[in-house]
């Protein structure tokens, strides 16, 4: 397949395919893909019991990955590779087993080389249980033939 032709929005299905595939971390956690779009994605994800801490609720490092795989679709998602520069998180409230995360993420800028997109994680009463910034950097390489 190639980019040449293809919307905005098919270019973002397109990229976050190729992108899916290759992603063994968000697949093997069991991360759903529930929406993309230019700049946009929204990945969810169950807290196991695997997922919990000493605390008994969700370790943040899962909270966190959920909210990288989301920025990584969002960023990724006009065709050109896209990696992290700096990301940050503020954790507002807990995660139990059985919840179900749902991270948003929205791009709020991008220019020349560089982005920052903001995540938002919420669980399925739709509180907000953290937000997320990601920077991007691109680099060579795209996920399609031009």
Not at 22 to 37: C, F, K, P, W, Y
Request: charged share 20%; proline share 3%; hydrophobic share 40%.
């Amino acid at each position: 397949m190639s980019a040449a032709g293809l919307s905005p929005q098919a270019l973002a299905e397109a990229c976050a395919r190729v992108m899916w595939d290759d992603d063994n971390a968000t697949r093997h956690l069991g991360m759903e893909l529930v929406s993309i779009a230019p700049g946009e994605a929204v990945i969810a994800m169950d807290i196991t019991e695997a997922m919990t801490n000493g605390h008994g609720t969700c370790h943040g490092g899962y909270m966190f990955t959920l909210a990288d795989s989301a920025f990584a679709f969002a960023c990724n998602s006009h065709n050109q590779r896209s990696v992290a520069q700096h990301c940050s998180v503020s954790f507002i409230a807990p995660a139990f087993r059985g919840d179900r995360l749902t991270a948003s993420a929205q791009e709020v800028s991008r220019r020349g080389r560089s982005g920052i997109y903001d995540v938002r994680i919420t669980n399925q009463e739709g509180e907000i249980v953290a937000e997320f910034r990601g920077h991007s950097r691109t680099i060579k390489g795209a996920h399609l033939p031009e």
